[in-house]
């Protein structure tokens, strides 16, 4: 770790069940500095970050809706390396959120998923011109990189594969965003999987899952009781093999956000998947 002032961050999606997180490990972490945090959430604003994620002292950063304000502040700071906005909000408002923090030279660090590969190219030229590092992370745990590498290795000696994801209730988009790019990985490789040898009649819609890259289906499943969980299964004459990951706790995302956030500012450009900055 160098003398250089600590990296300025403002979380965006502060009073979620995320934004929680990232605040506690932006608060422990001496070279990061929490600045702002911004959550469109009424019953939080101007509530101290710290009295919100239950720290004994309070942090001095009141909860806001004022996005564009934090941005602008936060890059008029001369002083200090540039910021980084972490956002884990709606994928109804991320894709704005992003286009903001790049207009304002703010890097982001994104693990809020349900953006559109459209919108994900179209952030990925915006972050191009402006020369500014952009991370998009549809899952920031490390054993779900690990689940990817084993899909992937697996998926060269299998030819059928079928992904179940399963996560709480509260959740907004399906396909999970992990769902969609496990499936895009296993894509890569280049070969159909899952050949139909009968004719299928889905007697109910969505019986069989969506259909991704290569004939990949992806099932998901949304229950309380659930936070995130994935299955990715390869059949064969005989056999099957499973690959799952479980998370009970959401603290298993952060030492990627800190890897993420210290990582950003060295890029020109947008990355997508933390397997990326490992
Ligand atoms: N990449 C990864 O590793 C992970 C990604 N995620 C993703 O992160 C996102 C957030 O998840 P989670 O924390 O569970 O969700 P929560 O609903 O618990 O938190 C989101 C917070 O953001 C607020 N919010 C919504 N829209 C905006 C906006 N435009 N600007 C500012 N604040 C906003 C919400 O307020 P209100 O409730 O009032 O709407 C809420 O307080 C989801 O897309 C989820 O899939 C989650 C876990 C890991
Ligand atoms: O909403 C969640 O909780 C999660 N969302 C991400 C996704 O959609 O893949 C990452 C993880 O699965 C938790």
Redesign the pocket.
Known sequence: MTNQAPIPVIV????????REVIKAVAQAPDLNLVAA?????E?QDQDAGELVGLSEPLEVPIT?Q?EAMLGYVAGDRQSPPGVMVD???????Y??IRSAIAYGIRPVV????LSPEQINDLADFAEKASTGCLI?????IGMVLLQQAAVTASQYFDHVEIIELHHN????AP???AIQTAQLLGEIGKPFNSAIVEETEKLPGARGSLAQEGIRIHSVRLPGLI?HQEVIFGAPGQIYTLRHDTSD?SC?MP?VLLAIRKVSQLKSLVYGLEKIL
């Open positions: 965006n999606g502060a009073a979620g069940k995320m934004g911004i959550d469109t959430s009424p939080h809706n996005l884990f909000t709606h994928p109804d408002g991320v704005d959120n693990g809020t998923t349900g992370i549809p899952n920031f745990s509260q959740k907004a988009d999970s965003g992990t995130a959401r995302y990627g």
